[in-house]
């Protein structure tokens, strides 16, 4: 494996011991969340060598999960940050499949791992942190795809996406399993098929069931999940259903799914770039509405008030037995929806936007007329308790890469930006997002201190195609400054920032 330990600026090690002299004394010290800067990078191998992340402030060391060549959780050491030092690694081959997502509390290492059959039952993997041995390894359900702990610390949630073989004909159920640490690592993993009965009604709000062969409960495939600062409740994304789904962990159960929509790609506010061959970068409207999809989801309370944030990344199932993608051009267009419908499928306008062919046939005569995209390109806000959107960018991600420059125009008929993972770190006692975006290799920052109106800080580069992002706050950092870290699968990398 490659190594490489890099520092931005030889003369931010001053600003380092300072900032640490005035956390450690006492006073801390006030961090602007507009000027984070890389001052770190480890390069843990190529493409897959880097994507979750988790931290362990106890022994200061990083874990990250890399499939590049083997099932792999990376150690490092951050005890002289900047300074990274490369650990053996944990070999999770030795444990079952792939390790997915890795997470740490108190005394605990967790790691999601999947099956050597996908299909199967997976586990999650309960490391000891002081002496990283094997404590537990607890079955939950197929592909465990993230996994986190309660804030308190007395729950692992692992969402369970249960996606289909390549030849879909085998579709285990989407699951959420809930361990409870206190009682013995006992487990409860719980799927959808109770919640069968508001199918109809899920689906007209935009909820998408689909799957050819699949029942309710196989369709749902759960994706990452975010607790609530109570430690009571758990909201998990639905990305390929569009939807989040709301868990009670005091009872063990999934109580309801809170359908997300679409975008209207037709208004203003909403426009997009539809073209990676028209020649230009241009945002514009067009007659398309998009499943928000999203993939990463974090909490955070404002005021007593709980909300959640997605990533907007839109997911297209695309298997052997089963592809739901298609451009526009290749479709057949309702005349009377489209009218001009032999200029709208040209390269340059709309023919190159991939759409999902599952919807948009409203009259059953074989031709589309709505025309639905995957993710919303954006981030989106709601309000924990009702589920109700309070806040969505619209173009503004967009429109900020553009200004950049770093925006990526073979993607515009794709996804765009594609925001995957967010998470929320608390600066000067204010919640501050930070959105990755994986077409774009940055990272966008808001102020979230109005959930319904944040405010744009910063946009930073990043690795390739950022996929875990992690935020340490000042008190749990080993140099009492906060930071910011992102693992990049595309090239994997791991980039830490701090504010200086």
């Known amino acids: 494996m490659k190594l490489l330990n890099s520092i931005a600026l030889l003369g931010t090690v001053a600003l380092f011991f300072n900032s640490c002299t005035d956390h450690q004394i006492g006073n801390p010290v006030q961090e602007d969340p507009s000027k984070f800067t890389e001052i770190a990078s480890i390069d843990l191998g190529g493409e897959a060598a880097s994507e979750i992340t988790a931290y362990d402030p106890t022994h200061m060391r990083l874990f990250t999960v890399n499939n590049e060549n083997q099932a792999l959780v990376e150690v ?145 495939e759960p994706e990452y999940v975010a607790i ?128 999902t062919t599952t919807a948009g046939d409203t009259d059953g005569d074989k031709d589309f007329d709505v025309l639905y995209g995957f993710g919303g390109r954006g981030f989106s806000i709601f309000n924990a308790n009702s589920g109700t959107m309070i806040y969505e960018s619209g173009k503004e991600l967009e429109e900020k890469v553009i200004a950049a420059g770093w925006y990526d125009d073979d993607r515009s008929d794709d996804k765009g930006v594609e925001p995957e993972g967010v998470t929320i770190g608390w600066i000067n006692h204010k919640p501050v997002a930070f959105v990755a975006m994986e077409r774009v290799n940055a990272v966008a920052i808001y102020d979230l201190t109005d959930p319904s109106a944040p405010k744009f800080l910063q946009l930073i580069k990043t690795g390739s195609a950022p996929e875990g992002i992690i935020y340490v706050p000042a008190e749990k950092s080993p140099n009492k400054m906060g930071l910011l870290i992102t693992s990049n699968e595309g090239d994997g990398t791991v980039k830490f920032f701090q504010m200086i």
């Open 228 to 355: 609530s600062d109570d430690s009571k409740m758990a909201y998990v994304t639905l990305q390929e259903n569009n939807g989040v789904a709301e868990v009670d962990l005091i009872n063990g159960a999934i109580l309801r799914i809170h359908a997300l929509g679409t975008k209207d790609y037709n208004l203003a506010m909403n426009a997009i770039d539809a073209s990676d061959k028209d020649g230009k970068i241009a945002l514009s409207t067009w007659p398309v509405k998009s499943f928000l999809m999203p993939d990463a989801i974090a909490y955070f309370n404002v005021g007593g008030n709980g909300y959640f944030i997605t990533a907007n990344e839109g997911d297209a199932r695309e298997y052997t037995g089963f592809v739901e993608e298609e451009r526009v051009k290749n479709l057949t267009l309702d005349p009377t929806t489209f009218p001009t419908a032999s200029t709208l499928q040209k390269d340059a306008q709309l023919g190159r936007l991939k759409i």
């Open 76 to 220: 490092m050491d951050l005890s002289a940050f900047p300074a990274i030092t490369k650990k053996s690694p944990i070999d999770v081959s030795a444990l079952g499949g792939v390790a997915n997502s890795v997470a740490v509390s108190g005394q605990y290492l967790a790691i999601a791992v999947e099956a050597t059959n996908k299909q199967a039952n997976g586990h999650i993997v309960v490391i000891d942190l002081a002496t990283l041995q094997v404590l537990k390894s607890i079955e939950v359900g197929a592909l465990p795809d993230m996994v986190t702990f309660s804030p308190d610390g007395k729950y692992i949630v692992s969402a369970n996406e249960g996606e289909p073989n390549d030849a879909y004909t085998v579709d285990p159920l989407g699951t959420i399993s809930i361990i409870d640490i206190p009682n013995g690592f006992s487990v409860k993993t719980l799927d959808f098929s109770h919640l069968e009965g508001a199918k109809a009604t899920l689906m007209q709000d935009g909820f998408r069931i689909f799957g050819p062969g699949a029942s309710f409960a196989q369709d749902i």
